[in-house]
């Protein structure tokens, strides 16, 4: 059985490429064929696949030898942590998974919504009108400061102000290049030696420190929860971080103060700066489609009328994916496609090429919201995946899609938006994430009293 083809680069080459043009990058794979090869500094062999019958297949080896978490720990483990659903696999991640779950499943997360409007009313009316500014910023700050009450419960103002700050430079510095693209073994001295820490003019000495300056606060946080009282009584028990202190498993036991830290950091990551990205690239798409945005803000934004603004929201998560492949490292070789992947290598979806198969979305460049509705809409949602699939499928999805949902809502409320540049922003992957080169830029105007 023949290995598949691979793309005919020296592995740092192929890096540079896939950084400066993700999407040129997958396109040659994909003109190797359905299932190709490539080859990243520092990692095992990755086999990507293009089509979703293919990504089927390859999400199907959670049940079996595929493991993502073994994948992001290398990437994402510094800034996560090891007990984060992101990183763990096996049973310890099954117990990770129904520990969450109930917070961030139906009404528990439908219940921030009104929460979510009001702050997202109170970002927007200070944004510059009539100048063009960057969106991606500004959607980043607004869902940072729903994270930060509804996720960590954070009410003091002055925890707030020094918690808001530090995230911020947390992500930034754990999210850089200088972190993520370290090889794990280099990385792990420069955070931990004491002659490396002592080097303050090092981007990793500098993570260091500003995560032990979260880690300080969000402890003592725990420990102020404990010490008031019982954590599943009052209205603190609305926040995620409540509801984690209070959670058991089978046995009886508890999450340790790690684990929740951890649980904590990857809903920030997940449902700040991802969601953030999202909402930005579905505006930066919805200012170059104006039938769509016209019939968005036609359409009501909730009850019956809300399906339109869920399948626009679906589009645009396919059309622009934040996040490119989904990655499992295997333990045992597995067939895909007529090829033979060897135990060891990893195998992936690329999300951008499956969600522009057009076995499955014809015209695939076309941005269509239309797509999910109607008889449409049940094929594609079997290929969508931009919160992946299979058993892995994102635990954060329900609340991530409420801010979105929320947020573009309150936005066509407010401001009539236009792009600042009619052509379209390239894709550039910013450590692990595909975002729009300028930060989707756009020029504000003020709306009168109408509704979405």
Do not use: C, I, N, W
């Given at each position: 059985m023949p290995a598949p083809p691979g793309l005919r680069l020296p592995a740092p080459l192929q890096v540079a490429w896939l950084v400066a043009d993700p999407m040129r990058f997958f396109a040659a794979g994909r003109r190797l064929g359905p299932v190709f090869q490539i080859r990243l500094p520092g990692m095992p062999p990755e086999v990507c696949v293009a089509t979703a019958d293919l990504a089927e297949q390859v999400l199907a080896a959670d049940g079996s030898g595929g493991r993502a978490g073994a994948v992001r720990r290398g990437l994402l483990g510094p800034l996560v942590g090891?007990?984060?659903?992101?990183?763990?696999?096996e049973e310890p991640w099954w117990r990770h998974r129904r520990l969450l779950g109930p917070p961030l499943h139906g009404r528990a997360v439908a219940r921030w919504a009104e929460r979510a409007a009001e702050l997202a009313a109170a970002d927007i009316d200070r944004w510059p009108l009539g100048e063009p500014f960057a969106l991606r910023p500004r959607m980043e700050r607004i869902t940072l400061e729903v994270i930060m009450r509804v996720v960590f419960g954070i009410r003091d103002a002055g925890r707030l102000r020094r918690q808001r700050d530090r995230l911020l430079r947390l992500v930034a510095l754990?999210?850089?290049?200088?972190?993520?693209?370290?090889?794990p073994r280099p990385r792990e001295w420069l955070l931990t030696a004491p002659a490396a820490r002592r080097a303050g003019f090092l981007p990793t000495t500098r993570f260091a420190r500003i995560r032990a300056q979260v880690d300080a606060i969000l402890y003592d946080e725990m420990a102020r929860r404990r010490r008031d009282g019982a954590p599943d009584a009052g209205p603190a028990a609305d926040d995620v971080l409540s509801q984690l202190l209070a959670a058991r498993d089978e046995a009886g036991r508890p999450l340790t103060d790690r684990e929740v830290r951890d649980e904590l950091i990857t809903l920030l990551v997940a449902g700040h700066e991802t969601t953030a990205t999202a909402l930005a690239w579905t505006f930066e798409r919805l200012v170059r489609t104006p039938p769509v945005l016209e019939r968005l803000r036609e359409e009501p934004a909730d009850g019956d009328g809300r399906a339109y603004l869920d399948a626009v929201i679906k589009e645009s998560l396919r059309v622009r994916p934040v996040v490119p492949?989904?990655?499992?490292?295997?333990?045992?070789?597995m067939t895909v496609g007529g090829h033979r992947v060897?135990?060891?290598w990893c195998v992936a979806a690329v999300i951008p090429l499956v969600h522009t198969d057009p076995d499955v979305f014809?015209?695939?460049?076309?941005f269509r919201p239309e797509r999910f509705l109607g008889p449409e809409a049940a094929k594609a949602n079997r290929a969508w995946l931009p919160f992946g699939g299979g058993?892995?499928?994102c635990a954060g999805a329900q609340l991530a899609l409420l801010e979105m949902r929320t947020i573009v809502a309150e936005v066509l409320r407010r401001v009539e938006l236009r792009p600042a540049d009619p052509a379209p922003e390239r894709v550039r992957l910013r450590a692990v994430s595909l975002v729009p080169a300028r930060s989707a830029r756009v020029v504000a105007a003020r709306r009168g009293s109408?509704?979405?």
């Open positions: 090891e007990a984060s659903l992101l990183t763990l696999d754990g999210g850089g290049a200088a972190v993520v693209r370290l090889p492949a989904t990655p499992r490292l295997l333990t045992e070789p060897p135990a060891g014809p015209d695939p460049g076309e058993r892995r499928y109408a509704a979405v």
